[in-house]
């Protein structure tokens, strides 16, 4: 078991055995599944008016994404583009990046309400609410899964949060130190996803485009140096495949593709990806060998009558 497979999850939450997988594993590279797989849609809609800005995937062919209107989860089924909301959300709430783990539970950050919210995906049924901070000043972004924790940024504060995975324990405050620069009134920390040898975190800071490394022991950040590129301005969700790190840079409409040496601490540029469906694409997921990635569109009219939808690309 890795630290990202720690399962405390629906045994903890809910008691008894674990549940099952939410869908079957994604295929091991056999011809028949890469062909089936082939013909599984490029680009789907999601409901007028949703908002999105996460999503996230596990084991099972089903993405989830979140709603910054309400707060609502809508699963969508990757085989045929067709899904459902599982999670209502409420007046007031939001959903910006969100992660399954394998026992299906979502783990939700809550933006400007400050909150990190966990959800059984199976049921849509509200776990728990952890008020991580104040209700103004501050934007809980995004998350990531790593061992025994839930760790979420905050864009307009200087801190990581980790929230216990089960019922025991307290959330952690992580305080950036280091070569962390907080600039105010605008979009800090964002994306985070662990490091390759499964031991800290790795950052994007949007503004003004810098990648850091993270100690979970001491919340030291530590620069990474950009070769190719001089910053990932605009970076948004992070994704990590080994050290094949992907940044999605949400206004310049591409995913930025970097080499990690194993330290994390040397980002080589290897290539880019843009695609004519991108329209402002702020998170993505990967399944098999393709990137999923939501259409934030942050610079359309965002409307109860907005079209949205999600798209997939070659990895």
Same mark, same amino acid.
């Given at each position: 078991?890795?630290?990202?497979?720690?399962?405390?999850?629906?045994?903890?939450?809910?008691?008894?055995?674990?549940?099952?997988?939410?869908?079957?594993?994604?295929?091991?590279?056999?011809?028949?599944?890469?062909?089936?797989?082939?013909?599984?849609?490029?680009?789907?809609?999601?409901?007028?008016?949703?908002?999105?800005?996460?999503?996230?995937?596990?084991? #099972? +062919?089903?993405? @989830?994404?979140?709603? /910054?209107?309400?707060?609502?989860?809508? !699963? %969508?089924?990757?085989? *045929? =583009?067709?899904?459902?909301?599982?999670?209502?959300?409420?007046?007031?709430?939001?959903?910006?990046?969100?992660?399954?783990?394998?026992?299906?539970?979502?783990?939700?950050?809550?933006?400007?309400?400050?909150?990190?919210?966990?959800?059984?995906?199976?049921?849509?049924?509200?776990?728990?609410?952890?008020?991580?901070?104040?209700?103004?000043?501050?934007?809980?972004?995004?998350?990531?899964?790593?061992?025994?924790?839930?760790?979420?940024?905050?864009?307009? #504060? +200087?801190?990581? @949060?980790?929230?216990? /995975?089960?019922?025991?324990?307290?959330? !952690? %405050?992580?305080?950036? *130190? =280091?070569?962390?620069?907080?600039?105010?009134?605008?979009?800090?920390?964002?994306?985070?996803?662990?490091?390759?040898?499964?031991?800290?975190?790795?950052?994007?800071?949007?503004?003004?485009?810098?990648?850091?490394?993270?100690?979970?022991?001491?919340?030291?950040?530590?620069?990474?140096?950009?070769?190719?590129?001089?910053?990932?301005?605009?970076?948004?969700?992070?994704?990590?495949?080994?050290?094949?790190?992907?940044?999605?840079?949400?206004?310049?409409?591409?995913?930025?593709?970097?080499?990690?040496?194993?330290?994390?601490?040397?980002?080589?540029?290897?290539?880019?990806? *843009?695609?004519?469906?991108?329209?402002?694409?702020?998170?993505?997921?990967?399944?098999?060998?393709?990137?999923?990635?939501?259409?934030?569109?942050?610079?359309?009219?965002?409307?109860?009558?907005?079209?949205?939808?999600?798209?997939?690309?070659?990895?």
């Amino acid at each position: 078991m890795t630290r990202n497979d720690f399962r405390p999850s629906r045994r903890a939450w809910l008691g008894g055995a674990a549940g099952a997988a939410l869908a079957v594993a994604a295929g091991t590279g056999s011809a028949e599944a890469a062909a089936t797989r082939a013909t599984w849609p490029t680009r789907f809609p999601l409901p007028d008016g949703w908002l999105p800005e996460g999503i996230t995937i596990g084991r #099972g +062919p089903y993405a @989830y994404l979140g709603s /910054r209107a309400n707060g609502a989860v809508y !699963r %969508a089924d990757l085989r *045929t =583009g067709e899904g459902r909301v599982v999670h209502e959300g409420g007046t007031g709430l939001a959903a910006i990046g969100l992660k399954l783990d394998h026992g299906g539970l979502l783990y939700v950050a809550g933006g400007g309400g400050g909150t990190a919210r966990i959800v059984d995906a199976r049921t849509g049924r509200l776990l728990r609410t952890h008020q991580l901070t104040e209700t103004s000043g501050h934007f809980v972004n995004d998350v990531m899964l790593l061992g025994d924790r839930a760790w979420f940024t905050d864009s307009y #504060g +200087p801190v990581l @949060y980790g929230v216990p /995975r089960g019922r025991r324990g307290g959330v !952690r %405050a992580l305080p950036l *130190t =280091g070569d962390w620069e907080q600039t105010p009134d605008v979009i800090n920390a964002n994306g985070v996803v662990a490091t390759p040898d499964g031991r800290g975190l790795i950052v994007v800071r949007s503004t003004p485009g810098e990648l850091y490394r993270v100690s979970l022991r001491t919340g030291r950040a530590t620069r990474i140096t950009l070769v190719g590129a001089d910053d990932v301005v605009n970076g948004d969700g992070l994704v990590r495949v080994g050290r094949t790190l992907y940044v999605v840079q949400n206004r310049l409409d591409l995913v930025s593709v970097w080499d990690l040496d194993a330290r994390a601490g040397t980002a080589t540029l290897r290539r880019t990806i *843009t695609d004519p469906r991108f329209d402002v694409p702020a998170t993505a997921a990967r399944f098999g060998d393709r990137l999923y990635l939501v259409n934030a569109r942050f610079t359309s009219p965002q409307t109860p009558g907005t079209t949205f939808t999600a798209v997939a690309v070659d990895r």
